[in-house]
Every structure is written in structure tokens, then in C-alpha cells.
């Protein structure tokens, strides 16, 4: 996530800080954007893979805006309004993991990780 939205997202802590709103708000440094859920993995090996396939991975550069907030847990979550462009590397980035997961299947005696059926 780049500093510059890291830097419009403050004013919008600081407004709900002023309106009495609490709680442990995320540091700058902590704030990220979920594009695929994949659950508690413990083995080294394939955490390395997971890294080295979203290093290599072309996010490009996508302009997001944001949409609202919602309750999620006892978190409050900033959702941004649908981006296609998006949408298709998050397909292409999910499809890139299943194509992995098979090949760990094939090549493991376990199966380690399982990605939730999309929504979609």
C-alpha cells in the first residue's frame, strides 16, 4: 500500500477520533488490503512459496475509491467501491494459488492449505 494512501486514509482516523469514536486504531504501517484469505499456514515451505508467488506477482497499479465502512468482527473495515480491473488480477492472483495448491497436492503426501470457494 503506498504512503500517499496511507496519508489520505489519517484524516479520516483523525475525523472519527474528533466524533468521540475509541478503540486501538491500525498504525500506518499495519494498514493492508485483503484480496485473498487463506487462512492459518504454519509450514515454512509453503509460506516461502506464498511469498515468493505474491512478490512476483503484477498488482500494476489500480485507483481505488473508497466506499463505506462496515462492522466486521470487532473490527471496523473501509470497503472500496468494485474496481473490474481489480477484480481480474484478484481472479488471476486466486487462480495462480489453486494452480499451486494442486501441485503441492500432487507432490506432498498432505494437503496443507485450502483456499475458501469464492464468492464470486
Same mark, same amino acid.
Given at each position: 500500500m503506498s504512503q $500517499? &494512501? /496511507?496519508e489520505k486514509i *489519517?484524516?479520516?482516523e483523525k475525523f472519527m /477520533? $474528533? /466524533?468521540g469514536m475509541t478503540g486501538s486504531f491500525v498504525s500506518s504501517d499495519h *494498514?493492508?488490503?485483503t484480496l485473498v &484469505? +487463506?487462512?492459518n499456514i504454519e509450514d515454512e515451505q509453503i509460506i516461502h512459496q506464498l511469498i515468493s508467488l505474491v512478490q512476483n506477482f503484477d &498488482?500494476?497499479?489500480v485507483i481505488l475509491k473508497p466506499g463505506l465502512f462496515e462492522q466486521w468482527r470487532d473490527l471496523l473495515v473501509l470497503r472500496f467501491d468494485e474496481n473490474r480491473e481489480l477484480s481480474i488480477k484478484v481472479?488471476? +492472483?486466486k487462480e495462480q494459488l489453486k494452480n499451486m495448491v494442486l501441485f503441492l497436492m500432487i507432490n506432498h $503426501?498432505? +494437503?496443507i492449505l485450502r483456499l475458501p470457494e469464492s464468492s464470486d
Open positions: $500517499s &494512501f /496511507k *489519517l484524516p479520516i /477520533k $474528533s /466524533k *494498514l493492508h488490503m &484469505f +487463506l487462512g &498488482f500494476g497499479e481472479q488471476n +492472483l $503426501s498432505r +494437503l
